[in-house]
């Protein structure tokens, strides 16, 4: 993903690039993320300086946390099968494209969407 001009939830342009100090009152990590003025919505940044996902509010931030825990447990240390596999299978499930199939750029309904089947018994191998 390129720089961010437009907020992803509430359409605002008020995005800058900030320090991550301005979320959570220090810097963690590269100390960088995209912030909405408006709606304080955001993302953080690979060190490239590029967004990791697409701008998300805090409720939709837990929720791609939970799709990330379930869904990194099953190729990190069940290892069911591969990493590409998973999403390939998860992609063909939510009717998107795999190079769409990014936890960090699901907004809520697909996050919901995302947890629902990957939170079914061996949802990879049917
Ligand atoms: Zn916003």
Redesign the pocket.
């Known amino acids: 993903m390129s720089a961010i001009k437009n907020?992803?939830?509430?359409?605002?342009s008020?995005?800058k690039k900030e320090s991550n100090s301005i979320i959570y009152g220090r810097e963690y990590g590269n100390g960088k993320c995209y912030y909405?003025?408006?709606?304080?919505?955001s993302v953080g940044t690979h060190d490239s300086g590029k967004p990791l996902g697409t701008?998300a509010?805090k409720d939709v931030q837990i929720l791609r946390k939970a799709c990330h825990d379930i869904f990194d447990k099953l190729w990190r240390y069940e290892r069911v099968a591969s990493r590409g596999h998973l999403y390939a299978c998860l992609a063909e499930r939510l009717k998107i494209s795999g190079s769409d199939c990014h936890f960090g750029m699901f907004q809520r309904e697909r996050c919901l969407q995302a947890l629902e089947i990957i939170t079914q018994k061996n949802w990879w191998a049917t």
């Open positions: 907020c992803h939830n509430c359409g605002s008020n995005v909405c003025h408006d709606c304080k919505a701008l509010t």
